[in-house]
């Protein structure tokens, strides 16, 4: 079957997603919080190519 990409919460069905946006979600805290030193929000590209690797592993 394939996904229905029609809303943008079809995201949400994938754990890849879930568990990044829970990584972002930790980092993002624990920067504003002082747990972590702020340098490290200057790696969210990473994020992005990530995110463009899988999907092109998923299309193939």
Not at 21 to 27: H, I, M, Q, S
Not at 42 to 48: D, G, M, N, S
């Amino acid at each position: 079957m394939s996904k229905d990409n029609k809303s943008c919460l079809h995201i949400f069905n994938d754990w890849f997603y879930l568990l990044l946006l829970v990584l972002v979600g930790f980092v993002l805290l624990g920067a504003n919080l002082g747990f972590l030193p702020v340098y490290i929000l200057a790696y969210w590209p990473v994020l992005l190519i990530v995110i463009a690797i899988k999907e092109i592993l998923d299309r193939h």
